[in-house]
């Protein structure tokens, strides 16, 4: 998709995520479902981007596959990263490796380009899309409002409301400290 630079996304959200190569079969999972969510990320103002250490040739050949396997056009842009200096610089793969075999690792960037959370799954398991939007969505919603996102918090329930700080009011509040409002 040309050459582009993370400064191309400010102003919107961005999935920042690595994996360890083409061809393989937790990968090639996790692309198809993303590829069926992305109208979803889209939805909430979000990019996708994947990195890996294959080449240019081996993503095209990659997205091929896909295509004629699943039926479906991988619509977000694959970093190539041969030399490995990308994921080394986001620590997605360890100084100290030998081999290119990257963790699975997803940054979730704000439109100023700041890194608000930060995942990571081993090599032989495959990330939640479902988690990662609900995650994106939590990390939205907590920015935009003064609200904390409880435990498995979903779109449309209550969040919480940061604890009272006074003393006079945590005596006068009995639940001072977990205080829900719906989610607007």
């Keep these: 998709m040309g050459e582009m630079s993370l400064s191309d996304f400010k102003g919107r959200w961005l999935v920042f995520f690595s994996h360890p190569a083409d061809f393989t079969p937790v990968c ?4 198809v479902a993303l590829t069926k969510a992305s109208e979803r990320f889209a939805a909430l103002g979000c990019a996708l981007l994947g990195l890996s250490v294959d080449s240019l040739y081996a ?17 977000f842009p694959i970093v190539e990263d041969p030399s490995m200096a990308v994921g080394r610089a986001y620590g997605m ?3 100290d490796a030998t081999d290119s075999a990257a963790v699975r690792a997803a940054y979730f960037i704000d439109p100023t380009g700041v890194v608000r959370a930060m995942t990571w799954y081993p ?3 495959g990330r939640s899309v479902e988690e990662m ?9 907590t920015q935009a409002q003064d609200v904390l996102a409880p435990e498995g918090w979903q779109p449309g329930q209550g969040l919480l409301l940061p604890p009272l700080q006074s003393q006079a009011d945590q005596l006068d509040t009995p639940d001072w400290f977990y205080r829900l409002r719906p989610d607007r």
């Design 59 to 75: 993503h095209l050949a990659w997205v091929r596959a896909i295509r004629d396997l699943f039926g479906v056009l991988i619509p």
């Design 133 to 141: 939007l609900r995650l994106l969505a939590a990390l939205q919603r």
């Design 93 to 95: 793969i360890d100084d």
């Design 123 to 125: 090599m032989n398991v």
């Design 28 to 31: 090639t999972s996790e692309f």
